[in-house]
């Protein structure tokens, strides 16, 4: 795990993985602006979570992901994924962030 990706709640738990939602909003003059928000699993803050906990505990005890475990930990991410939406889902964009996603680390 690289320090590069130290948590921006904490400053000291690893980021063990981001999900980045698309997120839209009215500003205060009424534009309707897009953009993305990024939810990470932090080793230090999300352990305790019932939904990211298994995630980081897998990490505490493989260091990195193994291919034998790729059906588990898809399961654990995608529970994540499903559950982690943004204000207004935009459910195309969504599913495309998180092939995208899988195919770079599983
Ligand atoms: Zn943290």
Known sequence: MSRDWACPRCHAGDVLAI????????????????????VLVC???D???????????YFAVHESAQPEDAALLARLLRRWIDQARPP??????LDAEAEAWYRGDL
């Open 47 to 57: 352990a305790g979570d019932p939904l990211t906990g298994p995630i980081v505990t």
């Open 43 to 45: 080793a230090r803050c």
């Open 19 to 38: 999900l980045r939602l698309p997120h839209t909003w009215t500003s205060a003059s009424g534009n309707v602006v897009r953009g993305v928000r990024d």
């Open 88 to 93: 207004k889902p935009d459910e195309d964009v």
